[in-house]
């Protein structure tokens, strides 16, 4: 019985200790005054839900007109970001999701650019990156 119970216990200890290493961001916000690609979706401009989960490395993004989910791979930053943001790549007037800061943090996301991307940055240079700032809801 003792050993029944030893096990009991180690087995909820260790799925204690995997869900805090896989804790997630949580919810942030995000208003993006523009439409953009992410998650081979083209996604209107509004107000967006984002979650990372970064034990997964998933991230859903979510307004009210539809969503994404897509993996993103860890990175080291350059430097480490003051606050939370969404960055795009901007080629004319079409927006790409390429990465995700998270203040304080050493560690970015970054998305794969799809094949149209990867076309229009061969054919152009595009313009600075554009940070959307995300904030906890």
Do not use: C
Not at 43 to 55: K, M, N, S, T
Not at 102 to 123: F, H, M
């Amino acid at each position: 019985m003792k050993s029944r119970m030893f096990a009991m216990l180690s087995s909820l200890t260790l799925l204690t200790a995997a869900a805090v290493m896989a804790q997630d961001y949580g919810w942030m916000k995000a208003t993006i005054p523009f439409a953009f690609h992410a998650g081979g979706k083209v996604l209107p401009a509004g107000v967006y839900r984002v979650h990372l989960d970064r034990g997964l490395g998933v991230m859903a993004i979510r307004g009210t007109d539809g969503g994404a989910f897509f993996q993103a791979i860890r990175v080291e930053a350059k430097n480490v970001p003051e606050r939370s943001a969404l960055v795009f790549n901007q080629y004319n007037q079409t927006y790409y999701l390429s990465e995700i800061k998270n203040a304080g943090v050493v560690l970015e996301w970054q998305l794969s650019k799809p094949k149209l991307e990867r076309e229009l940055a061969l054919n152009g240079a595009p313009a600075p990156p554009v940070e959307v700032t995300l904030t906890r809801p």
